[in-house]
């Protein structure tokens, strides 16, 4: 139970790589994929449920070895957090910023497209901020995938 196949550092570096690897994986696929949740809370959940497998644990099956995984994944996402609380750009860099996809009761389609937003997403967040397309100033997707509505005044 306790007796570890491979070294302790060993484990170490493989949960930092894969948090890394899917670090970068969930970014590109971008913001609404992600929904409600940011990417590192997302990336997190994924990588505990995972702790103890073997492509996090070298086919290594001991509770020490899924231990180091799960605190090293736990420490990555504090450091991830403190470098996006104290660094503007590092902050933009991880967590994203809004992005303005329409004006004037106007969406503005190469930007819909181009953030994977479908019409339904659209009404949807409409009909969430009580707005009629005319009555809309401006939409942004937001860094967490939240479509946002401001109204005209």
Partial sequence: MFDMDLAWWEFVVRGALVYLALLVLVRLSGRHTVGQFTPFDLLVVLLLSEAVSNSLSGGDDSLSGGL?????????????????THSRRMSVM??????????????????VK?????ESDLEQALRAADCARPDMQCAFLEADGEITIQKKK
């Avoid at 799960?70 to 957090?81: F, R």
């Avoid at 991880?94 to 930007?111: E, N």
Wanted: a positive charge.
């Fill in 68 to 84: 180091i995984v799960a605190a090293t994944l736990i420490g990555l996402n504090a450091v991830v957090a403190l470098l996006s």
């Fill in 114 to 118: 181009r953030c994977r937003i479908t």
């Fill in 94 to 111: 991880l967590d994203g910023t809004a992005v303005l996809i329409g004006r004037d009761g106007q969406f503005f389609d190469k930007v």
